[in-house]
């Protein structure tokens, strides 16, 4: 049962993310805290599938389910808030956490068919995709600038 639950407080903590996103309006087009949601994205991320702590395991959930909280609930917002289209948005918006939801354990997969004595492979390799997310959110912020 506790590992159950400790397993699933990222699921909780995304929960209660998305409860304060939706009472507080401060975050709205601050683009620093989706910067910082994927930066904590990423290093809890490694976190959780590298460090063989049960301490860091529950306080790298807490901060990969606010940052993984705060990113799906602000581009689900964005992708509503703008323009008449937010049903045709929303349905893009889907598609492409689809998308996401598919490449990211295919490239873990990947990792550990072809690289199978690395340690830790697929995390380090889906690490270096998120990674790459990060510099393409940055480089279009940047052009957008």
């Known amino acids: 049962m506790f590992a159950g639950f400790a397993c699933s407080l990222w699921g909780f903590v995304r929960f209660g993310t998305f409860l304060t996103l939706w009472l507080w309006t401060g975050w709205h087009y601050r683009f620093r805290w989706l910067v910082t949601a994927f930066a904590l994205l990423i290093v809890s991320f490694v976190s959780i599938l590298t460090v063989p702590s049960l301490v860091v395991l529950v306080v790298a959930q807490i901060f ?59 995390a380090i390799a889906v690490s270096a995709l998120l990674l790459c997310g990060f510099g393409a959110l940055l480089a279009i912020w940047k052009t957008a600038k």
């Open 64 to 122: 990969f389910g606010g940052a993984i909280g705060l990113i799906y609930y602000s581009s689900l917002f964005y992708s509503m808030d703008a323009g008449d289209t937010k049903g045709e948005h929303g349905g893009i918006h889907e598609a492409a956490i689809g998308i996401g939801n598919c490449i990211g354990p295919a490239t873990g997969a990947v990792a550990l068919q072809f690289l199978p004595g690395l340690a830790h492979g697929s």
